[in-house]
Each structure stands twice: as C-alpha cells, then as structure tokens.
C-alpha cells in the first residue's frame, strides 16, 4: 500500500552511461515532481508535471529529461551521466490547486556516478 | 525571491530536553509552511503545517506556529525522544497557483543522546 514508489533505491553508474529511475503513486494525484538533494542534504526542484504537462523546469540540464506516461508515474531519464549527478533523487506527488495540497515523498533513489 | 533559512546544525540534546529549531522565510505573498522529517536512510515524512497565519501546526509532540510578524516557523518539542534523531526539513509552498514547488532551507540535523 505504499503511496509513492521510485525504484530503484540504490543505482552505481560509470560516467558517460545512461540510466532512468521510475516513480509511481497510488495517491490519486495530479501532480508529480523530481527533487535533488545533494551531498550536503540540500533539496531542490527539478521538474513538475501536472496531468502529464511540464509544469515546472528548473533550469535542470538537457540530459535529464522527464516522461510522463500518465497521472500516477513520473520517470526521471538521465544521458551522458557526469560525476556532479551523484545524489539522492526524490520523487513527489500532491493533488494541485486544493485547500489541502500537500506533498507526499518517495523513499529516494541514491544515484552513485563513478 | 522566496527562500527560508534555518539555524545551522547539529543540534546535540540529552533526552526528554526541550528543542528548538529556528526558521524564518523570505516570500513574496503569503506562503504555506510546512515542516519535513527524514529519519537516516529514509525519504522525507510531512511532519507538520500550517496555511495562514498564527494557524499552529501539531504532530508527535512537536509544534510549530506561523508568524506573519516575525516570518518564522519555529520547530518546537517539550521532551525529545532518541527516536527524533533525524534531518528536519522547514519549507515554504504557494497554493492555488499554477505551479507550488516546495523551497526549502538547508536542513538541521538533530541528534539525540541517551
């Protein structure tokens, strides 16, 4: 009954590889998000997607790039992975717009660039 | 801009000690605040928020309450527990509009000794 997924947890890359991590959510939301955090714990906005719309981009480079199959998933594609990619990616959903909006968090994916 | 700033860590308690941890924000508007936990190796858990201003937010023992005047969020607990160790999160949203991503301030990490 877990309300937002991301798999995989853990991921160990070589540099210049390609890679995608998946977000799903049982929430019922409209909205999903791709946070950063780097090594210092520091979270940041990376992209938003409202009913499989870009929403939200925040100047994050070309070689990451969102895909939106539909409401309840968010994947999250990387190229050409580079040494500063190392860090932990949290997916996130709410439902919009309403009284109550709040985000819901996925457990993270820890990506290691070597 | 909109930011938050929050005091730097780590915070060392004993047990059953009082916290506090200071935030303060920055925003254009009149921002939602939230508080987030991250427990070690975990995603981020909504701890508590508040919409408007002097609305309390409550969970767990700790409290927060939103000051227009003084643009704070102040965490607080009567009597921490070495389970509150973890990474505490205060982050400011805007509802109703087109986009609410989440800012947050760096993060203070609490540790609490038996």
């Known amino acids: 009954d877990t309300a937002v997924s991301q798999t995989p947890k853990y991921l160990v890359t070589q540099m210049g590889n390609d890679k995608s991590i998946k977000c799903e959510q049982n929430l019922g939301h409209d909205t999903m998000y791709w946070y950063k955090q780097d090594s210092k714990k520091f979270l940041k906005i990376m992209f938003s997607y409202n009913n499989k719309e870009l929403i939200i981009n925040e100047t994050v480079p070309n070689r990451f790039s969102p895909k939106s199959p539909d409401k309840a998933h968010l994947n999250l594609h990387i190229n050409s992975l580079e040494l500063g990619d190392s860090a932990v990616y949290f997916c996130?959903?709410?439902?919009?717009?309403?009284?109550?909006?709040?985000?819901?968090f996925g457990p993270g994916t820890r990506l290691t660039v070597l | 801009g909109n930011s938050v700033t929050q005091m730097e860590g780590p915070v060392t308690l004993s047990e059953e000690a009082f916290l506090t941890i200071n935030c303060t924000y920055t925003a254009t508007g009149y921002p939602s605040l939230f508080w987030y936990v991250q427990y070690p190796g975990e995603g981020l858990q909504l701890l508590l928020k508040?919409?408007?201003?002097?609305d309390k937010g409550s969970n767990k023992g700790f409290e927060a309450t939103y000051r227009k005047e003084t643009t704070s969020f102040h965490l607080e607990k009567g009597s921490v527990q070495v389970s509150d160790s973890a990474v505490y999160f205060c982050?400011?949203?805007?509802?109703?509009?087109?986009?609410?991503?989440?800012?947050f301030g760096t993060g203070t990490l609490l540790a609490v000794q038996p």
């Open positions: 508040a919409t408007k201003a002097d």
């Open positions: 982050a400011l949203t805007f509802y109703g509009g087109a986009t609410n991503k989440l800012i």
């Open positions: 996130a959903s709410s439902q919009l717009m309403t009284s109550t909006d709040t985000q819901y």
